[in-house]
Nanobody, 119 residues
């Protein structure tokens, strides 16, 4: 099992910044993929950014140039630096991890952290 705990959400003004953190614990050795997803009220959950164990990153078009995902393998943590926030970024942000064990993928989610962008 893998436990994911997010932190760092809150209220930001348009144009402001927030940094989300996700700490992983448990059976973390085989985690090969981590990411951030978000879900706004009435909308489906969508990928924001992801990073592999090798450091390859991927971003949704709507955050390119504004958000940066990073990973600290020593701390078993993944971060999302969010700059130039706008009201459309308001959502519940979830940390996600995928662990592969004997070729079988296992998926884990954090409880979510709220990000609200408003003046």
């Amino acid at each position: 099992q893998v436990q994911l705990v997010e932190s760092g959400g809150g209220l930001a003004q348009p144009g402001g910044s927030l940094r989300l953190s996700c700490a992983a614990s448990g059976s973390i050795v085989s985690i090969n993929y981590m990411g951030w997803y978000r879900q706004a009220p009435g909308q489906e959950r969508e990928l924001v950014a992801s990073i592999t164990s090798g450091g390859t990153t991927n971003y949704a078009d709507f955050v390119k140039g504004r958000f940066t995902i990073s990973r600290d393998n020593a701390k078993n943590a993944v971060y999302l630096q969010m700059n130039s926030l706008n009201p459309e970024d308001t959502a519940l942000y979830y940390c996600y991890a995928r662990r592969t064990y004997y070729s079988t993928p296992y998926h884990y989610w954090g409880q979510g952290t709220q990000v609200t962008v408003s003046s």
